[in-house]
């Protein structure tokens, strides 16, 4: 979202480190940030080499770029998956630039990896509870647990390693465990009550998610290493930006309602949303889809709660294009239950990509237009609510979740 990049911007350069981190080099969001923060070094007669390292496999066509134009490279493991790779060179070396001592989180590691190595019971345990106890629904919260993100960096890690065939495990992120309104999902907490709660440091925290989900992925036989459908949203995404380089999109909504365009049924906002609810399975979820700032407009993240009280079932909140690499996956390969409200806004400010022939502004469109086609090819519920001014648009579209 241009809004959102701006604030990185704002800052003063030349104090700034830009860590561009991508095993391949070729995923488009980190691409077109790395164009814009180059290109913005020069601007500022700064050496871009001097506030930029690269994070990246060992051979990759990044890696053979980077090292050409004279960047520092860190090389990681090229075996290790992305959602998999936290304590890797992805993961550590900002942390080590945060003056954090890696060798203690390391250690932490290893010390709970052996410990389940030599009694497996532990993490064996939990993937039974996930595959046979639990349904289609995991709930995580890190309230109080003096480790906030921790739940965000799981729902990638479950949500795209086993939403596939059908099949998977949906984490939906919420405050507190009081925010579940169904019955039929399973709590997990870091610190305080739930179904399930795990204590224990971040390092070990990383490890046994990620070897739960190993396992949860052999319990639920599909392979947890692959993600067939982020590729195809990458590939919906690719497709349109080429479209638009000949032809720029103009779309006309089906209703206006004050400052929010409704694209799909009902005459206003209310109506729309009352209509998208109705075709909710008696099992099945919400997912909010907010391709806006994360920052400024925040308060949009309030319809998670509001939606979930009204209706009794699981909702899910991602920014956009954030979970498309995590509960974008399991959108389209997972359980066939969800319906989905797409949040896109209109921005006053925009930047071009150096060396593209199109904006951040143009990129995040095609990115939310492409989901939402690889949604409709599956013939799933639908609604997109675009902002024409984004403070009002979000009050409205609160007011009238409040009013279902």
Known sequence: DPNYFAYALKKDLSKTLVIVSSKSGSTIETSSQRSIFEQSFIEAKLDPTEHMVFVTDPGSTLDQQARRQGFSVINADPHVGGRFSVLSAF????AALLDIDVSVLLDQAEDTKMEFLSNPEFVCDISYLLSYVGSQYISFTDADSHMPGLSDWIEQLIAESTGKNGLGRLPVVVKGS???NSSDVFTIAFFGSADLVVEADLASQFIIWEWVTALLGFALKVDPFNQPNVTEAKD???QLLSQWKVTKPSFVPDHLDGEVEIF???VNI????SQLIQ???SDGYIAVMAYLDRDGDSKISQIQKILSEKTKRPVTFGWGPRFLHSTG???KGGQPNGVFLQITGDSSYDIDIPGQGFSLGTLIAAQALGDANALALRKYPLLRLNLKQRPGG???ILGAAQSL
């Open 394 to 396: 979000i009050e409205s």
């Open 264 to 266: 799909g049924e009902g």
């Open 236 to 238: 919906a995404t690719s």
């Open 91 to 94: 993961g550590l070396v900002p």
């Open 279 to 281: 075709l909710l399975p």
């Open 329 to 331: 996956q399991f959108h």
């Open 270 to 273: 209310k109506d729309s949303l």
């Open 178 to 180: 009081d925010e579940v």
